[in-house]
C-alpha cells in the first residue's frame, strides 16, 4: 500500500514536471528562422518567361490588347521578390493566413482559386496585390496587427484590388495622362502626378469600402476594427510595446551609468492623422476611418468575433511573426530597434535563448560600430525617435566607445554563463579585443562587490593608477563579480591573441595579392546581371536582363566543368525544378548575403547568421561563397559627361571621334567577384573590372573564366 | 636570304609556343593561349609624278605569325611578314618588296588579355629588295637593303564567337637604320626614304583564330 502511495506520487510529481516542461517549451524556445515548406507553388516554378507569356496573353483575351509593358514589369516585379529569397509557402505564418483567407473565401471557391496568398520576410507594416493575383503579407505586418479580424480585413482590401484589377487599372490611367496633351491648361507633369494619385486613392478608398462589406457580408468578424487597423498601419515602425526601465536592466548597486548618458525628458510619439494626402496615393487616415465605420455599420451584430479559432492560436502567431522581425533587424543591423524589441519581449519569455542572444548581438554590433568609429551609420539622431526609442538611442549615442564594449561584454559573460554558445563565446573575446585595444586591463577594473558604507568618490579617492576617472568611475566595477573567475580571466587574456590573429589578416588583406590555398569546392550565390538604359522611361531592359542572366548561369556551369571547380550555383532560374530545399538554401543563403552587405568593410565582426549556416554548410561542404555579376549601362547621347568629353576632341581637333562621341550612346559595363569565407565573412578574393562597351560576352567570359581559375590556381 | 628570314621565323613561333605551355598556368582567354593571327598594315601613299603610276596608293604589309598570352595582361607575338609598296625618284615609280620577321608585346593595361584597347610594341626586321625603270634608260635599276623598325601601337582588341580574334589599332613605326638623313646619297636612298614613311604611321586590322 505504501509503495502504491510512493508510485502514485512519482507518477503525480513525473506529470507535474512533464506540464512545467511542456509550458516552459513554447514554440518560441526553439526558434529558427522561417522556413519554406511543403510542394513549392505552381506561380514559384514557373520561370519569368512563361509567367510574362502567360500573362500577356490572358491580358490579349481580356483587353483585346497584349499590354505587354504590364505583363513585363507585373512579371519582373515578382521576379524580383523570388531573387530576394523573402518570399516563403508553406511556413506556420502561411498556414494562419490561409486559414484567416479560407474563412473569407469559404463561400466563393472560383475567386479562391484565382488568389493566392505568401509571407514576404520583412519588417515593414504592409500587405500588397500583385497582377494577376498574388496577395503577399509582410511579416512586419503580423507582428503588429491585433486580431484576426484585422488580418482578414486586410486580406479583402487586397482582394478588391485583385477583384476590381487596380493594378492595369492605375497602369491604363498612368498611360493615358501620359497621352494627354494639352498645353495650355494641362501640360505641366503636376497636374499629371495629382490625377494619378487622385485615381489611385479612389481604388483605395473603393478597396476600403467593398472590403469591409466583403468582410462583414461573408464572416462573423467583428464590425469594429477600423481604429486599430489605421492604428497598426500608421504606427508600424514603432517598437512592440511601450516599456520603461530598459537602462536599469544593466545596472548594479555600484555599475550605475551616470547622468549624461541618461535623457531626462522623452517626447511623447507624434500623432499625423489629418494630414493633406494629396500627394499621397493612400487617402489620410483620419477620412479612411470615417468612411470604414460608416460602411461596417449597418453589419453589427452582438455574435461578431475579432478571433477565427482562440486567442492563443494568434498569439502564437503574432509571437513567431514577432521573433522574425527581430531576427531581420539584427542581419539589417538595426540593433537598436532589434534590442528594445527583444527586451519587450523577453517580458513575455524571460528565459528565451534567440531573445537573450538577439540583445547580446545588439550590444556587440553597436559596440563594435561604436569603438570603430562609426556608430552613426546605425544609431540614428535621438530627436528622430519617439517614444521610449528616443531613451535609448540617446543613451545608445551617449556612451562613448570603452563603456560600450564593456556594457556589452558584460551582458555577453553574464548570458554565456546560462547559454553554451560558440557564437557567444567568440564575441566575448572580441568584445575584450576592444576594450584590450584601448589599453585597458584587467588590474584597472576593481573587484568591490558592494558599497557598503563606502561611497564611490571614497572608494577611488587617492587612486591616482585608475584609468576610468571622474564620470567613467563606474566603469571599474563592470566585471566586480568576475574578477575571481578564472575561466573570465582566461577568456580576457585569451582576447589578446586573438587581436594579434587579426591584425596579421588586415595586414594580408591589403596586400593586393591573392593569398588563399587553392579552393575546389564553392556555392555561387544569384550570379546578376542588370541592364540600365537611361534613354527609355522604363529604364531596366527586363527582357534583357533575363535573358544574359540565363546565360551567365550556363556559362558559370560550363566553366566551372572545364576548370573541375565543383560550384553549386544558387539561383533563381533553377526555381522551376520546383525544390523547395534548394529554395529554402537560398532564402538561407540571402539571410546571409543581407548581413554581408549591411557589414561596414572598415572593421570585423562576427556574423549573426552564421548561427544558423552549420547545417548548410555541412551539406555543400564548403564555406566558400562566390558573388559574381555583372552591371551594363547604357546612357544617353547628349548627356552632360558625353558633351564634355566630345569638347576635349574638340580641343585635340580629333574630328571623328568628335561625331562618334555626339551620335553614339555612352556604353558601360562594370563586373564584380567576392570570394567570401561564410564562416568569417572575410572576403579572400576580389576581382572588377570596367569596359566602355556595351556587355561583349568577351569581356563577361574572360573576367568570369579568370575569377574562377584564380579560385583553383592563386597566385 | 629569304630561307634564312622563314627560319628565323620559325625558330621564334616555336619560341612562342614554348612559352605557351610554360605559362599554361595562366588563364589565357577561357583557358586558350594560342592564337593563329594575320595582320593588315595599310597606310596612303599618292605621289604626284608625270610619268607614271602608282601600283600601290594603300601600300601593305601583311603580317602572319602565332600569339600567346604569357601574362594575364601580356601577350607575345612573332611574325612573318611581307608587303610591297612603291617609292618616288624624280619622276619615276618604283617598287619596294619586303620580308622579314616581327616580333611584339601587347599590353592590356586594364582588362585581361587579348580583350580591351591594348599598347603594342614591337620590333621588325625585314629586308627590301627595289627597282625601278627610269625614264631615261630599258634597264631597271635595282638593289636591296634592311630595315630595323622599332614600333608602338595602339588598339582595341577583342573575341567573337568564343573563337576568333579581332584587332584594330594605328601604328607608329620609326625606321632605325636612318639612311635617309645621311649625307651620302645613292639610287637606294629614294626606297630607303620611303620606307621611313611606309613604317611612319598605319592602319592596323587583325583576325586571328583561338588554337588552344
Not at chain 1, 205 to 229: P, Y
Not at chain 1, 301 to 324: G, H, I, P, S
Not at chain 1, 476 to 489: E, G, H, Q, T, V
Request: proline letters at 3%.
Amino acid at each position: 500500500m505504501k509503495s502504491y502511495s510512493v508510485l502514485k506520487i512519482s507518477i503525480l510529481i513525473a506529470l507535474l514536471f512533464a506540464f512545467k516542461w511542456a509550458l516552459a517549451q513554447t514554440p518560441m524556445d526553439s526558434y529558427q528562422p522561417l522556413k519554406p515548406s511543403g510542394e513549392m507553388p505552381k506561380v514559384f516554378k514557373t520561370h519569368f518567361f512563361n509567367r510574362f507569356e502567360q500573362r500577356e496573353k490572358e491580358l490579349k483575351e481580356e483587353f483585346n490588347e497584349k499590354h505587354t509593358d504590364f505583363a513585363l514589369q507585373s512579371s519582373y516585379y515578382f521576379d524580383l521578390l523570388l531573387q530576394s529569397g523573402r518570399l516563403i509557402y508553406g511556413s506556420p505564418l502561411n498556414k494562419y493566413v490561409d486559414n484567416i483567407a479560407n474563412e473569407i473565401l469559404k463561400y466563393q471557391p472560383e475567386l479562391h482559386n484565382k488568389i493566392s496568398f505568401y509571407i514576404l520576410r520583412v519588417p515593414y507594416v504592409n500587405a500588397f496585390a500583385l497582377d494577376p493575383g498574388i496577395i503577399l503579407v509582410t511579416t512586419g505586418l503580423l507582428a503588429k496587427i491585433e486580431n484576426d479580424a484585422q488580418l482578414a480585413f486586410i486580406l479583402c482590401h487586397e482582394m478588391i484590388h485583385i477583384i476590381k484589377k487596380h493594378n492595369i487599372d492605375l497602369y491604363l490611367t498612368k498611360r493615358k495622362l501620359k497621352k494627354e496633351q494639352n498645353p495650355k491648361f494641362e501640360s505641366n507633369i503636376d497636374t499629371r502626378i495629382y490625377k494619378y494619385h487622385f485615381r489611385s486613392r479612389e481604388n483605395e478608398n473603393e478597396a476600403d469600402k467593398l472590403g469591409m462589406e466583403m468582410l462583414l457580408s461573408k464572416t462573423d468578424f467583428e464590425v469594429n476594427i477600423s481604429d486599430g487597423i489605421f492604428h497598426v498601419l500608421k504606427y508600424g515602425h514603432m517598437p512592440f510595446a511601450e516599456k520603461e526601465g530598459f537602462i536599469k536592466q544593466f545596472e548594479t548597486e555600484l555599475y550605475a551609468f551616470p547622468k549624461r548618458v541618461l535623457l531626462e525628458k522623452i517626447l511623447p510619439p507624434i500623432i499625423k492623422e489629418d494630414e493633406n494626402d494629396t500627394l499621397s496615393t493612400h487617402p489620410n487616415i483620419e477620412v479612411r476611418t470615417i468612411a470604414l465605420k460608416q460602411t461596417a455599420a449597418p453589419f453589427a451584430r452582438e455574435d461578431r468575433k475579432l478571433f477565427y479559432t482562440n486567442v492563443q492560436d494568434f498569439k502564437n502567431m503574432q509571437q513567431l511573426a514577432r521573433f522574425e522581425m527581430i531576427h531581420y533587424q539584427l542581419l539589417n543591423h538595426e540593433y537598436v530597434e532589434s534590442i528594445y524589441n527583444a527586451w519587450v519581449m523577453l517580458e513575455e519569455f524571460p528565459e528565451n535563448r534567440f531573445l537573450q542572444l538577439a540583445m547580446a548581438t545588439s550590444l556587440y554590433g553597436i559596440a563594435k560600430y561604436k569603438t570603430n568609429g562609426y556608430a552613426s551609420e546605425i544609431i540614428l539622431p535621438y530627436r528622430e525617435q519617439e517614444g521610449e526609442m528616443q531613451m535609448l538611442t540617446y543613451f545608445f549615442q551617449r556612451l562613448n566607445r570603452l563603456e560600450m564594449p564593456i556594457l556589452a561584454m558584460k551582458f555577453a559573460w553574464n548570458l554565456s554563463q546560462q547559454i553554451k554558445s560558440d557564437y557567444l563565446r567568440n564575441i566575448i573575446i572580441d568584445l575584450a579585443s576592444e576594450i584590450k585595444s584601448q589599453n585597458i586591463k584587467l588590474n584597472d577594473f576593481s573587484n568591490q562587490k558592494n558599497i557598503s558604507n563606502v561611497s564611490l568618490e571614497e572608494l577611488f579617492k587617492g587612486d591616482a593608477k585608475s584609468k576610468f576617472k571622474n564620470d567613467q568611475v563606474y566603469l571599474s566595477f563592470a566585471f566586480a563579480n568576475l574578477l575571481d573567475s578564472p575561466d573570465f580571466i582566461e577568456v580576457f587574456n585569451q582576447a589578446e591573441c586573438v587581436k594579434k590573429d587579426d591584425i596579421d589578416i588586415l595586414q594580408k588583406r591589403k596586400s593586393k595579392k591573392v593569398s588563399h590555398e587553392p579552393i575546389h569546392k564553392i556555392i555561387t550565390f544569384n550570379p546578376y546581371y542588370v541592364k540600365i538604359d537611361q534613354r527609355r522611361k522604363q529604364s531596366v531592359r527586363i527582357m534583357t536582363t533575363q535573358k544574359k542572366e540565363i546565360q551567365l548561369k550556363n556559362d558559370i556551369v560550363k566553366m566551372s566543368e572545364k576548370l573541375k571547380l565543383d560550384n553549386k550555383i544558387y539561383t533563381s532560374h533553377q526555381f522551376t525544378d520546383g525544390n523547395t530545399q534548394y529554395y529554402s538554401d537560398f532564402s538561407l543563403l540571402s539571410d546571409w548575403f543581407t548581413e554581408f552587405i549591411n557589414v561596414n568593410n572598415n572593421f570585423e565582426m562576427h556574423y549573426y547568421q552564421n548561427q544558423y549556416m552549420d547545417d548548410f554548410k555541412q551539406r555543400n561542404s564548403t564555406k566558400y561563397l562566390n558573388l559574381i555579376g555583372f552591371y551594363s549601362h547604357v546612357s544617353k547621347t547628349f548627356t552632360k559627361e558625353g558633351m564634355r568629353e566630345a569638347k576635349s576632341k574638340l580641343v585635340r581637333a580629333n574630328i571623328p571621334m568628335l561625331i562618334y562621341t555626339l551620335f553614339t550612346p555612352d556604353y558601360s559595363t562594370s563586373y564584380q567577384q567576392l570570394l567570401v569565407d561564410m564562416e568569417t565573412g572575410k572576403i579572400i578574393q576580389g576581382n572588377s573590372a570596367y569596359s566602355s562597351d556595351n556587355s561583349r560576352s568577351d569581356f563577361m567570359n574572360s573576367n568570369m573564366y579568370h575569377s574562377l581559375n584564380q579560385l583553383i590556381k592563386p597566385k | 636570304m629569304k630561307q634564312n628570314i622563314i627560319k628565323k621565323i620559325i625558330l621564334l613561333n616555336l619560341f612562342i609556343l614554348f612559352w605557351s605551355l610554360m605559362y599554361a598556368q595562366n588563364a589565357g582567354y577561357m583557358g586558350k593561349h594560342l592564337f593563329l593571327k594575320y595582320n593588315n598594315y595599310t597606310n596612303l601613299y599618292f605621289p604626284k609624278t608625270n610619268n607614271a603610276t602608282v601600283d600601290y596608293p594603300f601600300p601593305m604589309r601583311h603580317n602572319f605569325g602565332m600569339e600567346c598570352i604569357i601574362h594575364p595582361n601580356i601577350v607575345l607575338g612573332g611574325f612573318y611578314t611581307m608587303g610591297k609598296t612603291n617609292f618616288r625618284r624624280n619622276d619615276d615609280i618604283g617598287i619596294i618588296d619586303s620580308q622579314g620577321g616581327e616580333i611584339a608585346l601587347k599590353f592590356f593595361p586594364n582588362t585581361y588579355a587579348p580583350i580591351g584597347y591594348y599598347s603594342r610594341i614591337g620590333f621588325e626586321f625585314s629586308t627590301s629588295e627595289w627597282s625601278i625603270m627610269p625614264y631615261y634608260s630599258e634597264n631597271k635599276i635595282k638593289g636591296d637593303f634592311s630595315n630595323y623598325v622599332a614600333s608602338v601601337e595602339f588598339g582595341k582588341s577583342g573575341i567573337f564567337f568564343n573563337r576568333f580574334t579581332y584587332t584594330l589599332g594605328a601604328q607608329y613605326g620609326l625606321r632605325m637604320n636612318l639612311t635617309s638623313f645621311s649625307k651620302k646619297k645613292s639610287d637606294s636612298i629614294y626606297p630607303q626614304t620611303r620606307m621611313f614613311y611606309h613604317h611612319l604611321w598605319s592602319m592596323h586590322f587583325g583576325i586571328g583564330v583561338l588554337l588552344f
